[in-house]
């Protein structure tokens, strides 16, 4: 029987795996980076998902600053808010109104009657009076 394939060359062969060995490193370079590329990507997925809760609670931070604020507006609106206002600020009073300040009484001390005690008695409260 006669056979059909051909016989490479030596070189022919040496042409030939060369040409596989290249085609595995090219195959291989690009799974390399491709693993690269979705690794970089997951890294900056988490990066995002955390800026993102950052900046929900922020936001929520910020809406409730702004109720205060908007709450603390419409006060001014009425009369009695910007009185209110002026007195905490300023200290501002109506005509005919007055300051009152309380003073807590101190307790009063009791007098010792230093007649009674003997003069070796006030000798040593008068020289250890502490």
Same mark, same amino acid.
């Given at each position: ?15 030939? %795996? ?71 600020? %300023? ?28 003069? %070796? ?10």
């Amino acid at each position: 029987m006669r056979e059909f394939k051909k016989r490479r060359s030596s070189r022919g062969e040496v042409l030939y %795996f060369c040409y596989r060995l290249g085609g595995t490193l090219v195959l291989l370079l690009i799974t390399l980076v491709a693993v690269r590329a979705a690794w970089g990507m997951y890294g900056r997925l988490g990066s995002a998902s955390a800026g993102q809760q950052e900046a929900e609670a922020q936001l929520q931070a910020l809406q409730a600053q702004q109720r205060q604020i908007t709450a603390s507006v419409g006060e001014l609106y009425s009369d009695r808010g910007v009185e209110a206002l002026m007195r905490e600020h %300023f200290g501002v009073v109506r005509p005919g109104e007055g300051v009152v300040q309380i003073v807590h009484e101190t307790a009063t001390t009791t007098t010792r009657d230093t007649a009674s005690k003997g003069w %070796f008695e006030r000798l040593f409260h008068t020289l250890f009076s502490w």
